[in-house]
């Protein structure tokens, strides 16, 4: 079956297939509180706006998604980044404008937040 127009758009409008990261948020109230977990998203939605790396085609640009459950559910928020398969733990509002500097902007990924690496192998 072939996509529709309207998702081919919607797809281009979010400059889908374009982006070299893709960020997972998980906000599930079982690892931390709602309002930690949203506020979380809100710093990592400002933070990539600022920098320009959300919608957008330059290079390093990262597509975002808020989850509600990454299984793990202690230590939260939890971040998952791809393709790299880091998993961060306690991604605070307060430590997400040095993630994304360090990670997302200068490639050093903070391994003293990182509990589990599983990177995506193309086959």
């Given at each position: 079956m072939?996509?529709?127009?309207?998702?081919?758009?919607?797809?281009?409008?979010?400059?889908?297939?374009h982006y070299s990261r893709h960020v997972f948020l998980c906000i599930g109230e079982t690892c931390c509180t709602k309002e930690v977990g949203e506020a979380a998203w809100e710093a990592l939605k400002k933070e990539l706006k600022d920098r320009k790396l959300s919608l957008s085609r330059e290079p390093g640009a990262c597509y975002r998604t808020k989850v509600g459950c990454l299984r793990v559910c202690l230590d939260g928020p939890i971040l998952l980044v791809y393709p790299e398969g880091a998993y961060y733990y306690g991604m605070t509002a307060e430590r997400i404008p040095e993630f994304v500097q360090k990670h997302l902007v200068d490639n050093?990924?903070?391994?003293?937040?990182?509990?589990?690496?599983?990177?995506?192998?193309?086959?």
């Open positions: 072939e996509p529709t127009a309207k998702l081919a758009e919607v797809a281009d409008k979010l400059d889908i297939g050093e990924p903070q391994t003293e937040r990182i509990f589990a690496r599983n990177p995506l192998r193309m086959v």
